[in-house]
C-alpha cells in the first residue's frame, strides 16, 4: 500500500470517528437535556396531584366546629377563605392530634392550607415558586396575570373574576409552567430555557357550610 493510498485510509477512518463522536455528543447532550426536563416534570406533576387532593377535601367538616375554624357570617365554617389568581387558601377538618380523626378543630397542618406565588431562594430555585403554607412545593415557576395559576369557576361553569367571593367558587383551574435553564452547552451560552406547562381541574365537593 503506497503513502497516498494509507494517507487516504487515515483520512476516511477520522473522518468516521469524527461523525461517530459527534453523533454520540448529540445523543448525550439530547439524554440530559430529556433527564433535565422529566426530573423537573416529575416533581411538579406530584406537586399538582398534592394540591389537586386538598382542594377536592375544603370544606369537609364531618363535626361541629369551634371558633378554630374561620366562619361566615351565619357560623358556617369556611371552604376557602381567600382566593385570588395568585392564591388560594382553604380550610378543612381531618385530622387531630393523635387519632388522625376529625375534632371540629382547624389547627393541624391540613386543615388550613394556603398556595401562593413566591419569589425563588437558593432552596427554592427560581424567579416564581408555588408554595404551600410557606414551604416550598414547586420551583422554577412561571406564571402570569394572563396565564394565571388558578382560575375561577361557579356553579354554572361562568368564569368568575380573579379576585371572586370564595361562596361563590364552585371550580377551579389550576395552571403553571416549569422553566428550567437548559443544561447544554449551547443552550448555556445562548441563555436558552426549557418550559413545559400542567393543568388541573378540581371540582369541590363540600357545598359551602354544609357537611358532606
Known amino acids: 500500500m503506497t503513502t497516498v493510498e494509507l ?8 473522518m468516521v470517528l469524527a461523525a461517530l463522536y459527534g453523533f454520540s455528543h448529540q445523543q448525550l447532550f439530547s439524554l440530559l437535556l430529556q ?9 411538579a406533576r406530584g ?28 357560623g358556617n365554617p369556611l371552604r376557602i377563605v381567600s382566593a385570588t389568581w395568585s392564591s388560594i ?21 391540613g386543615e388550613r392550607v ?3 406565588i413566591g419569589k425563588g431562594t437558593d432552596a427554592c430555585p427560581g424567579p416564581l415558586t408555588i408554595r404551600r403554607n410557606t414551604a416550598c412545593l414547586v420551583a ?11 382560575t ?17 367558587v364552585k371550580r377551579v383551574r389550576i395552571n403553571f409552567a416549569v422553566e428550567i435553564p437548559d443544561p447544554t452547552p449551547q443552550g448555556r451560552r445562548s441563555g436558552r430555557t426549557i418550559k413545559s406547562s400542567l393543568s388541573s381541574s378540581v371540582e369541590f365537593r363540600n357545598p359551602p357550610g354544609t357537611s358532606p
Open 7 to 14: 494517507l487516504s485510509a487515515a483520512l476516511c477512518a477520522a
Open 35 to 43: 433527564e433535565f426536563k422529566t426530573a423537573a416534570l416529575e416533581d
Open 47 to 74: 406537586a399538582l396531584d398534592i394540591m389537586a387532593r386538598e382542594l377536592r377535601n375544603a370544606g369537609l367538616f364531618p363535626v361541629s366546629t369551634d371558633a378554630t375554624c374561620l366562619k361566615d357570617g351565619s
Open 89 to 109: 387558601q382553604i380550610q378543612t377538618d381531618t385530622e387531630s392530634p393523635g387519632t388522625g380523626d376529625p375534632d371540629g378543630k382547624c389547627t393541624e397542618t
Open 114 to 116: 394556603t398556595y401562593e
Open 140 to 150: 422554577n415557576v412561571a406564571v402570569s396575570s394572563k396565564e394565571p395559576l388558578f
Open 152 to 168: 375561577y369557576f361557579d356553579v354554572n361553569d361562568a368564569q368568575l373574576a380573579a379576585n371572586p367571593p370564595p361562596d361563590a
